[in-house]
């Protein structure tokens, strides 16, 4: 099975922030999206078998943990609120 976090870059980094600030409130943006199609890919290769994908499953809980974290200690530094 191929590495699950492979060609994974820092979740929050300056130029996703950058993104995130600059997109309209509606616009969804989700710099974990790739480790979720990645898990997505692995159901539908493994006709659905979750066993198999528990991989890709933790590198998108982890991606998604980091991205929190950064979000969360950004807002912090600049005193936010919300």
């Known amino acids: 099975m191929a ?3 492979s060609g994974s870059k820092e979740p929050w980094n300056e130029e996703t922030r950058a993104k995130f600030e600059g997109k309209s409130r509606s616009e969804y943006l989700d710099p974990c999206q ?6 997505i890919r692995c159901l539908h290769r493994n006709q659905g078998d979750r066993t198999m994908c528990s991989d890709y499953f933790e590198a998108y809980r982890e991606c998604k943990k ?12 600049e005193g936010a609120l919300f």
């Open 66 to 77: 980091q991205w929190m974290e950064r979000r969360r200690e950004q807002k912090r530094k």
């Open 34 to 39: 790739e480790a979720a199609q990645r898990s």
């Open 3 to 5: 590495q699950a976090g």
